[in-house]
Structure formats: C-alpha cells, structure tokens
C-alpha cells in the first residue's frame, strides 16, 4: 500500500461539512491501495462538535497530533459569542457588525494572513519533516480551508521536494467572505502573493467546483481536477414523509444567503391559498443568523417556522428524508457561483426534490440539471419560485411528490475516492 499524508484542520471531534470531506475519503482509501496517515491539530478550537464523526474512523488508522496556537482562544475573553460567530463564518452584515466584531474581522484579516491557523504552520514543518523522512513517505496532500495548511505543504515541498496535493475545498482570494475582513492593501497582497506560490510550486491541484477550476487556470499552468463533495450511505431506512407540507434547509443559513423574495413567496400563498397555510411548514435545521430570523418574522411567516438548530449529522439525514422539499440557497453573488456545497449531494441521495435559489450560472444549477433532481432560480425569480412551489404542493396533495433522478451513483463518496486515488497512485 502507498502511504499519503493528509494535513487537515478540521478532523472528528469536529462538526459540520468541512470535516466530512477528508473523513469519508480516509474512510475508502485503504479500498484502493492507500494507507492514509493523518496529521491534525491537538487542541483546535472547533465552532461546532460531532462526536459522532468520531464512530467513521477507521480502525488502525494512524493519526498524528501536534498542538495548535488559536488566537480565537484570547479573543473569545473580550466577546466568546463575537468570536465563535466569525470563527463559524456567521459574519454579520456591515451596518449590523458590532463595534468588536468590526475590530475582530479587522485583526482577523490584516495580522493572521491566510487565516487565524498560520501560527500552527512552522512548528508543522520541523514536526512533519522528520516524521516523512523516517516514514519513507514521499506524497502529501493538504486540505483548505484553513489555507493555513497549505502553506504547510509549500514549506514540506521546499525542504524535501516530495509529491504535494493541494486540495481547494473552498476557493482563497475569491471566497465569498474574503472581502468582510477589511483587509488592507497590503494584508490583500499578501493573499494574492501566498495564493500563487501555492498554486505554482504544488504538483497536483484538485477543486470542488469546475468555476474554480478555470479561475485556477488562469493563475497556474499546474494540473487542477475537478473532485466535487459527495454522499455516503446512510443506515437510515423506511422513513416516513412528513404529514406536513415540509420544506427544509440543511445546514448554517448565513445573512448573505438570506432569500427575501423566497419569504415573500411563502407569504404570498399563506395568504393566497388556505390549504397551504394549514400544512406548510419552513423547517431550518442548523446555524441561522439573526438577519435572516429577523426578515422572516418581518415576512409574517414565523408561525410556519420549525427552528431545531444543529444537530448530529446522521439525524440531519433523517430530517432531510422526512422532508418534502428541500431547500438549497446561495449567496447572489459573482464569487458564488462556484460553491457546491456538501449538502447538494446528500439532498441528492434523499431522493427529496431540490429547490435552489442562487446566481445565474452557478455550478450547482448544473450538477441539479444534469442529474434532474430539481430545480433552479435565481434570487429575482417570483414567478416562477411560486410557480414551482404549488406545483410541488398540488403533487404533494395527490400523495405524488417525488423526483426521477439520473446518475447521481457518481457522486458517491465511495466513488469520489476512487477517482482521488487513481491520482495519487498516478502522480
């Protein structure tokens, strides 16, 4: 078997999609002539926990630890809810920012370039140096965000001239929240200056999205691979439909992503239609941000609300099977539109209709398009939101609400892996 080094931030105890990635990819590797070994922090500062991640890991897996410097750690005794919410990425919008979170974001992004992580970046090195050469292990990969990690990669790379992946799960310089850390011309150059010395001296890049793969192009003659997030089997089996008329959103609802015309929509056909009102049901499940609790009483539909907050993963899949539809929004932005997010997938794997809600020509109105497991509007889209909506409702009535999906068995993570390990036995 061929051993690989994966440096990653975000491992079991932690909670939410960053984590999944790397798990579920460990959790196959060995299927195909991988010994995985993990390196992550010892004492991270996780803003949300699943312990039940920590069932996944494979046995006899070797996983390395070192400790970290969180400067989170200090900024949580002047405001511990600011911080947790910036660390989280529940960032407020600017006339909504407190006086000490205007400050946290300003430090954030002007003294911990690329991210709050890069104190763990040197001692990583002289740990991980010794420890690969001892190991005869000549290919690592690192996993960002944090990009922190990468730059791991890049100082390992220079001093032992190994094989090195980087794996982009997020975008850097053009991520959507990249431009609330009020970052100074320097601190922004600084950025650009990290983001193409990673990009040039790494041997193989793989993306999440296709939107950053050309984006990449541009920077970097290196090879990049489109590898999207998937989903796993689940052991959840003969879950009933919801009695409800039950539409759901999985996972944090930030401000930016918060969907006005989608409440007025519902608002609308409270009040239009009095079989609606008396089934409907909104039903968010996981991190909402006070902006968009806030539109959503000011709509009149907070009756219709069903708040349950973060919960295990595994009983997020219930919630998602139980659902009638299932809500997929992102921010309507240019920089958006190459997020796929990991929820996209295991929506998929519910067999539930998808309704998404995000900028025109997001790779996510593709992946829906191409597999039929939904469908697609942007944030301006009244008419054909409220149109799609009673449609579903009128088939929900009949008992007949259900989706013809089409080749999603490519996005599982069993087969993901499969492709990431045709690379690194490749390279």
């Not at 990009?199 to 541009?218: A, G, H, Y």
């Not at 090879?223 to 089997?233: A, K, L, R, S, W």
């Not at 997010?341 to 067999?351: H, I, R, T, V, W």
Request: hydrophobic fraction near 35%; glycine fraction near 4%; aromatic fraction near 10%.
């Amino acid at each position: 078997m061929k051993k690989v080094l994966i440096v990653a931030y975000y491992w079991p105890p932690a909670g939410g999609p960053g984590v999944q990635r790397w798990l579920k990819f460990v959790k196959y590797l060995r299927h195909y002539n991988i010994e995985p070994v993990l390196y992550v922090p010892e004492n991270p500062t996780y803003p949300i926990i699943d312990t039940s991640f920590e069932n996944e890991i494979p046995d006899g897996i070797t996983i390395l630890k070192q400790p970290i410097f969180e400067p989170y750690r200090f900024a949580s005794f002047f405001s511990k809810k600011e911080t947790k919410t910036i660390s989280s990425g529940m960032i407020a919008t600017e006339k909504k920012q407190s006086l000490i979170q205007r400050v946290l974001l300003f430090i954030r992004g002007n003294f911990f370039i690329p991210d709050a992580r890069v104190f763990w970046v040197k001692p990583s090195i002289n740990y991980l140096q010794k420890y690969l050469v001892d190991q005869n292990i000549d290919t690592i990969v690192t996993t960002g965000p944090p990009h922190s990690m990468h730059l791991i990669g890049l100082g390992l790379k220079k001093k032992l001239n190994l094989t090195w992946i980087t794996d982009f799960r997020d975008p850097w310089t053009t991520i959507g929240y990249h431009d609330k850390l009020k970052l100074g011309k320097r601190a922004s150059l600084k950025h650009q200056k990290l983001e193409k010395e990673v990009l040039e001296n790494t041997d193989q890049i793989i993306v999440t999205s296709f939107t950053t793969q050309k984006e990449f192009k541009e920077l970097t003659t290196q090879p990049i691979t489109v590898i999207t997030n998937g989903y796993d089997t689940e052991n959840i089996q003969n879950i009933e439909l919801d009695s409800d008329f039950t539409i759901s959103h999985i996972g944090s609802l930030l401000s930016g992503r918060n969907p006005l015309l989608l409440w007025k929509v519902f608002a609308d056909l409270i009040k239009e239609n009095k079989a609606f009102s008396k089934v409907f049901k909104l039903q968010l499940v996981g991190a909402v941000s006070d902006d968009v609790l806030s539109t959503i009483h000011q709509s009149g539909i907070h009756e219709h609300l069903e708040l349950i907050g973060y919960v295990p993963h595994s009983k997020a899949i219930e919630l998602q099977k139980k659902s009638q539809l299932l809500l997929l929004i992102e921010i309507n932005r240019e920089e958006t539109k190459c997020i796929i997010p990991g929820k996209l997938f295991e929506y998929m794997a519910s067999s539930r209709p998808i309704l998404a809600i995000g900028p025109e020509g997001a790779d996510i109105f593709k992946i829906i398009k191409d597999t039929n497991t939904g469908t697609c509007h942007r944030h301006t889209d009244y008419d054909s939101l409220k149109k799609v909506i009673l449609v579903h409702f009128e088939n929900y009535q009949k008992k007949q609400l259900h989706v013809n999906s089409n080749n999603i068995e490519q996005y599982s993570r069993k087969e993901l892996t499969k492709k990431l390990s045709s690379l690194l036995l490749k390279i």
